[in-house]
């Protein structure tokens, strides 16, 4: 009966550690990104960006102290990309 439920209780610490680390990739994915970078800097073109370029450039801008800065950032790399 110790087995049975030490089994129980691993099975359960997996499925939540699974669960918790592929929610947590919802936040670098291509889409996700790119509709983020859309609203950073709605006149860069990230249609075109392949998912890890669009992940790379949001990565690269969320250290930026301003919008105003997080914009150009992102436009120049979008650009450095194209």
Excluded: C, H, W
Excluded at 8 to 33: C, E, H, K, P
Excluded at 46 to 66: C, G, K, P, T
């Amino acid at each position: 009966m110790k087995n049975a439920s030490f089994l129980t209780v691993a099975a359960l610490a997996a499925a939540t550690a699974y669960a918790g680390a592929a929610s947590a990739q919802t936040f670098n994915t291509g889409d996700f990104a790119r509709t983020a970078l859309e609203k950073i800097a709605p006149t860069a073109d990230v249609a075109d960006l392949s998912n890890a370029q669009a992940v790379a450039v949001y990565q690269a801008v969320q250290d930026e102290a301003s919008a105003a800065n997080r914009a150009a950032s992102a436009e120049a790399m979008i650009k450095s990309y194209q």
